[in-house]
């Protein structure tokens, strides 16, 4: 009967930090080549004006980016589906945060963009100046 001792294991195999799973390739290289589609699309959408839609649609894809990154190369897939509701939900709700925090933006649009502001009209000059 052989027993194992921890003396006898390689060092990193007395580290157990869980890592049970071995992503395949094809899930590795389908996952990047969902981020190459998403980056294209994120470079034709931004050639096209949607309106107060651009930020939505711009952050929607940084979202999905962020989630098939955070949950295959980072391993939240394979981990407590807890943690990755958690990364999803605080993305989601960052560029929820995000977005309307830029939706206000255009209402003080003339107040920040120089040149773009109303006219201002000149007063006349006093007609009893010294």
Partial sequence: MT?????????HASHDEGHDHVVPLRVLAGVWGALMV???ITVL????????????????IAVIKS??????????????PFN?????SALAFVALFIGLALLDTKEYQSDLIPGYAPAIQEAAPAADSH
Avoid: C, K, Q
């Fill in 67 to 80: 989630a098939f990154v955070a949950l295959w190369f980072m391993h939240l897939r394979y981990d407590s």
């Fill in 3 to 11: 027993t194992t001792t921890e003396t006898s294991r390689p060092a």
């Fill in 38 to 40: 998403l980056t294209w």
């Fill in 45 to 60: 959408v931004a050639g096209v004006d949607v309106g107060n839609l651009n930020i939505v649609v711009a952050l929607t």
């Fill in 84 to 88: 990755a509701v958690i990364l999803i």
